[in-house]
């Protein structure tokens, strides 16, 4: 059974960074796509970004692009990264990380909630103005 613990969040000013962790356990981690999606009170989950299983194909919510990097480590950590720069009030939210089970997909996973399969618990990002 897949499980994915999220860690690395927390309260940072405006302009601050935070780095976020998605620690895989129990499949093979390095074969699918993972995505990064938030949520914030009253509003839907909403796509942040993703990585091929590779890492070699990235995409990004227009609101965090240049802002934020996704990048993941398919060895000994099984871990998948969300470096957030530059934090704005709005990026406020629980993020969850998410394992789409696309084996080898060569390109940036959807960003479609309801098709990544295994989901975190969520951590929650507040940024104070």
């Known amino acids: 059974q897949v499980q994915l613990v999220e860690s690395g969040g927390g309260l940072v000013q405006t302009g601050g960074s935070l780095r976020l962790s998605c620690a895989a356990s129990?499949?093979?981690?390095?074969?699918?796509?993972m995505g990064w999606f938030r949520q914030a009170p009253g509003k839907e989950r909403a796509f942040v970004a993703t990585?091929?299983?590779?890492?070699?194909?990235?995409?990004y919510a227009d609101s965090v692009k240049g802002r934020f990097t996704i990048s993941r480590d398919n060895n000994a950590k099984n871990t998948v990264y969300l470096q957030m720069n530059s934090l704005k009030p709005e990026d406020t939210a629980v993020y969850y990380c998410?394992?789409?089970?696309?084996?080898?997909?060569?390109?940036?996973?959807?960003?479609?909630?309801?098709?990544?399969?295994?989901w975190g618990q969520g951590t929650q990002v507040t940024v104070s103005s």
């Open positions: 129990g499949g093979t981690f390095s074969m699918y796509t």
């Open positions: 998410a394992e789409r089970l696309s084996r080898y997909y060569p390109r940036p996973g959807p960003r479609n909630a309801a098709d990544y399969d295994y």
């Open positions: 990585i091929s299983w590779n890492g070699g194909s990235t995409n």
